[in-house]
């Protein structure tokens, strides 16, 4: 992947990546996972980038990649935060008028509450949260363990200039006990752009009952795509997630 460059706000740098395109067609700004960076996109929001011809761009939240850590520990309201504060600064210093928001996981969620708030053209969330399942915390508190005493903060080590920033900054607040109630449904209704909805069907992280909370709450249209995979599904079936996305984007006004 080609280098990625950083831009600061509020006295703290943010790694980005941007792909140029049209000025005529809104663009594109990239969400990651809990664990993820502009890396763990794998090129992905690069072959939308080319599929789509918009002006693309990815970033590394605080405590992922190679952005600074964040200035203080994260509160239940974290990705709430993101939304209402990280992203419309964001799109404000680098000119992304009207973005669609591609948002994955914990992405998605922030794609979504920031949708709520903002002026966006579209929402692409790939198996977002809106609720806390309890069987996902089974699978948080085994990535714990393989982060203790496995290989993964090792692997991890290869993405984020500094690992225990990242998966502490996720892990610790989903199994933290205030956040067993956290609920992010009564948000939203505030959504009224256009949503596509991803979601596997064997993803250990969260069911499809996140996706039909949205459909059902959102002021806007929402269309749902249930694929055979896991949590992932644009690296583990990345010719359908990538044909969904465009197939959705060709069809905005």
């Known amino acids: 992947m080609p280098a990625t460059t950083l831009i600061e706000l509020d006295g703290l740098r943010h790694e980005y990546d941007e792909v140029p395109g049209s000025d005529d067609r809104a663009p594109l700004l990239f969400l990651h996972e809990g664990l993820g960076s502009v890396g763990l996109w794998r090129g992905f929001h ?29 509160t239940p309201s974290f990705l709430a935060e993101e939304a209402a504060v990280v992203v419309p600064a964001l799109c404000a210093a680098l000119g992304l008028d009207r973005p669609i928001l591609v948002g994955h996981s914990d ?30 915390l089974t699978e948080i508190r085994a990535a714990r363990t393989a982060f203790e005493s496995g290989d993964l903060r090792t692997r991890m080590a290869r993405h984020h200039d500094d690992p225990d920033a990242a998966f502490r900054g996720w892990n610790d607040m989903w199994l933290a006990p205030d956040f067993r109630d956290w609920d992010v449904r009564d948000s939203l209704s505030g959504i009224t752009a256009p949503v596509l909805g991803i979601q596997g069907d064997d993803d250990p992280y969260g069911s499809i009952v996140h996706l039909r909370e949205v459909a059902d709450r959102a002021a806007g249209p ?4 249930e694929l055979g995979c896991g949590h992932s599904p644009h690296l583990e079936l990345p010719d359908d997630t990538a044909d969904a996305i465009t197939g959705f984007l060709a069809g905005l006004p």
Not at 57 to 74: E, F, I, N, T
Not at 114 to 136: G, I, K, N, Y
Not at 222 to 225: E, K, L, N, W
């Open 46 to 74: 690069r072959r939308i980038a080319a599929a789509t011809g918009r002006r693309t761009v990815a970033y590394s939240r605080l405590g992922h990649g190679r952005s600074d850590r964040p200035a203080g520990p994260r």
């Open 107 to 136: 992405g998605g969620t922030i794609a979504l509450l920031a949708a709520a708030r903002l002026d966006v053209t579209a929402v692409v969330a790939l198996a977002p949260h809106v609720l806390v399942e309890p069987f996902a």
């Open 222 to 225: 929402v269309t749902i795509t």
